[in-house]
């Protein structure tokens, strides 16, 4: 599946079930009184809104290259992936200031039944929507659809975490009047903790990535057996437009070679390179020493 493709599935099937998700779990939150609930039922609204980011960079990122821009726009992915992660901190810090007052004031709370369904329900579909996401991120190799999935996996964590706060409540009742509290606390750390991880992500590769050593191992080795020679490759950077990467890189040749054979070595590396990596190369030729 394309990467376009893959993207505005994820995207949608993540906002229509999220939706779902975030009314269920909000009813829930308000008949229990839950401030935990509530949290993360806002969290999952947030991953529907987030998916809304999604599927309006596929918009963007898919516009071909002009003069302005002409190594595309492909990196609007990732900035996709900040907004998203932005979303998160905004969400997790409000979750948390509420808890802590909600603590100070000691505010308890009478979950119930209805509660421990709701969150067992949330917890299965959301890690379902997370390996939704996760295929599909591996699949087309998409840091969006990847950072989404993440925000699933958030939203089915502090569910998790919602649900072993509720059933000890159950079990210790007025003992645990604080439960609530630390819950919201815990679910809000989760989201930050996701924010930092999909935050992460997303700008190395916007300031630009060390390239993978088993690349530069299987570039190096292709060149020696096709020259049996050690053109002494280094310098290797490679700078990703999502929708394609570029590499840069030197090797040594021969100081009395002529200007034209070396350009033809040269040029003939960066067609293997774009042929057998499916990578634009650009390489810088140097005087080999004695």
């Keep these: 599946m394309e990467k376009n493709k893959a993207q505005i599935l994820e995207g949608t099937v993540s906002v229509i079930v999220n939706t779902i998700l975030f009314a269920l779990k909000f009813w829930a939150g308000m008949v229990t009184g839950s401030l935990a609930l509530v949290a993360d039922a806002w ?16 918009k963007l990122s898919s516009k071909k290259a002009d003069r302005e821009h002409p190594f595309g726009h492909g990196r609007w992915e990732h900035i996709s992936s900040i907004f998203v992660a932005v979303l998160l901190g905004i969400v997790a810090f409000d ?4 808890s802590v007052i909600r603590f100070k004031n000691k505010e308890a709370v009478e979950y119930g039944t209805l509660a421990i369904v709701v969150t067992v329900i949330s917890i299965v579909v959301k890690e379902l929507l997370a390996q939704f996401a996760f295929y599909y991120g591996r699949k087309t190799d998409n840091t969006v659809v990847k950072a989404d999935g993440w925000h699933h996996r958030s939203d089915a964590l502090s569910s998790v975490i919602v649900l072993a706060g509720i059933i000890s409540s159950l079990v210790f009742g007025e003992k645990f009047w604080w439960m609530d509290s630390v819950l919201g606390t815990l679910v809000a750390l989760a989201i930050f903790y996701a924010t930092f991880t ?10 630009g990535e060390e390239p993978d050593n088993d690349l530069v191992k299987k570039i190096t080795e292709r060149v020696k057996a096709d020259y049996h020679n050690d053109l002494r490759l280094h310098h290797f950077h490679i700078h990703n437009y999502v929708l394609h990467k570029e590499l840069t890189l ?5 100081k009395n070679m002529t200007i034209e054979k070396s350009h033809e070595i040269a ?24």
């Design 198 to 207: 999909i935050l992460k992500e997303a700008i190395t590769k916007l300031l």
């Design 43 to 58: 969290h999952t609204l947030s991953d529907s809104l987030s998916s809304v980011f999604i599927i309006f960079a596929v």
């Design 95 to 98: 979750f948390f200031e509420k």
């Design 267 to 290: 040029t003939a590396i960066e067609k293997m390179i774009e042929t057998d990596f499916g990578i634009i190369a650009t390489i810088h030729t140097e005087p080999l020493e004695d």
């Design 250 to 254: 030197h090797i040594k040749l021969d």
